[in-house]
């Protein structure tokens, strides 16, 4: 008993170092899976408070960038206002106008805005911080988007921020297909480039094409349907010769977001039922 | 004793101030973000207690895992840090640090120079092993460690020869 204890007081340096390691050891391990990083992560008062202190500034700069997002935006629903085609319209909008029913109880996505007060882009595994937590009815796995494309996936929230696993993580896959065809493969990031993501396991039938466009494939129940990514820029196939292995050049500049858009999806929660009954059987 | 603690508590507010406001945002050529807060874990008075140095150094890496959603790649670098800073200050200015109390701002240029970068090439070895967590990337996570080391080597020899001799 004597000698243990004199071990532990010779050592007790190293003994702490251990323990302390292990712990971030366990942080570190956490974070690397998806949903579980509990204590370590931005989407609380004090790190959210600072951050929003930060951007409060620095939108005085970035407010003519804004603006003309804005404007391009507004533009670009106008057009579509104008000449209601099927590339643009999706068929729950035509309900809408058509149905007897309110348009509310038809209604499969909503929209809520919300503010980048945090972006990375240069780690493996990269969050956003936004303003706007559960009091604003973000929950965790909505989808995130700007007018331009798709951003990420809600990861924690908080009552007044959450944080985001952006798509230029390592953990994040999601559904994408061609716009020109229903041909899909898995969206993921290899952690080099923020302007160039990855879409693995395309059929080899699929018609690719240098600049075609990749768009969400709306099979996740996160993201709707027809959210652009981007344009194929290189692509080829892997070593089994079954699949295409596709390099996407990004149309939204991960670099540079101010306000992005929160998804949610009305039914997720039948289609996620749904599919568990599926599993189970 | 009292004046010590205030001067590093400042110390460390100012850093992480810096560090979360502009170093994590610089993204030189795309990827390479600096990080001098190591400095105040270097800095930190030798003579302190040892069980508290490495308390605060987990503690200051969990504040930077915070800010960046980084888990705890930072606190098991800091820890490393801070762990192995004995050796490295044996290594860097031999027997004399056993025997009295040596500061930072009275070694040549030279000792000081070999000191933080032995500290920073642990802190970043250690950081980014554990940050791409993928041993199939070792040579891309070897080139960030040595290429963010550089740039957070410069900044924290100029950190410190601006700021030690008002310290004195």
């Known amino acids: 008993m004597h000698q243990i204890i004199n071990f532990l007081i010779r050592n007790k340096h190293f003994l702490l170092f251990a323990f302390l390691l292990m712990l971030s050891l366990v942080f570190t391990i956490q974070s690397h899976s998806y949903h579980r990083s509990k204590f370590v992560n931005s989407a609380n008062w004090f790190t959210g408070g600072i951050y929003g202190s930060v951007t409060s500034v620095q939108d005085y700069f970035k407010l003519k960038t804004y603006n ?9 629903l ?11 319209l999706d068929l729950e909008v035509l309900t809408d106008i058509t149905s007897p029913i309110p348009s509310d109880s038809l209604r499969k996505f909503s929209y809520i805005p919300a503010k980048v007060l945090n972006n990375n882009y240069a780690k493996t595994d990269n969050f956003i911080t936004l303003l706007g937590g559960s009091q604003d009815s973000i929950h965790k796995d909505q989808g995130v988007i700007t007018s331009k494309g798709i951003v990420g996936i809600i990861d924690k929230t908080s009552s007044g921020y959450s944080t985001v696993l952006s798509i230029l993580n390592s953990n ?11 041909h899909f493969g898995t969206m993921q990031w290899d ?8 879409v693995i396991d395309m059929q080899q039938q699929a018609p690719v094409k240098l600049g075609d466009t990749i768009e969400t494939s709306g099979k996740s129940a996160i993201f709707p349907k027809g959210i652009p990514i981007g344009t194929v820029n290189e692509f080829e196939l892997d070593p089994s010769k079954n699949f295409y292995t596709l390099s996407i050049k990004l149309i939204n500049d991960m670099t540079n977001l101010g306000h992005v858009y929160v998804v949610e999806n009305s039914y997720k929660k039948e289609i996620i039922a749904l599919e568990t009954q599926q599993d189970e059987e | ?5 205030s001067v590093n508590i400042a110390r460390f507010v100012a850093l992480m101030i810096v560090q979360i406001y502009i170093f994590n945002n610089v993204n030189l050529f795309g990827y390479i973000n600096p990080y001098p807060y190591v400095l105040f874990l270097l800095v930190f008075p030798f003579t302190s207690n040892r069980a508290l140095y490495i308390f605060i150094a987990f503690l200051t890496g969990l504040t930077m895992d915070m800010f960046g959603n980084s888990g705890g790649v930072h606190a098991a670098a800091c820890l490393f840090l801070a762990y192995l800073r004995p050796v490295a200050l044996r290594f860097s200015f031999g027997v004399s640090y056993e025997y009295n109390a040596i500061k930072l701002s009275k070694v040549s240029f030279y000792e000081r120079f070999i000191f933080i970068s032995i500290m920073v090439l642990i802190h970043h070895l250690v950081l980014f092993l554990l940050e791409v967590f993928n041993i199939s990337n070792i040579l891309y996570t070897l080139n960030k460690t040595l290429v963010t080391s550089i740039f957070t080597i410069i900044l924290c020899l100029t950190f410190n020869i601006l700021f030690s001799s008002r310290n004195e």
């Not at chain 1, 106008?78 to 643009?88: A, I, T």
Request: net charge negative; glycine share 2%; aromatic share 2%.
């Open chain 1, 68 to 76: 003309k997002q804005l404007l391009e935006e507004n533009a670009r």
């Open chain 1, 78 to 88: 106008r057009e579509m206002l104008k000449s209601p085609n099927e590339d643009n």
């Open chain 1, 172 to 182: 994040f896959t999601t559904s994408a297909k061609l716009r020109a065809s229903e």
């Open chain 1, 191 to 198: 952690g080099e480039d923020p302007n160039i993501v990855q």
């Open chain 2, 1 to 5: 004793m009292k004046n010590s603690v």
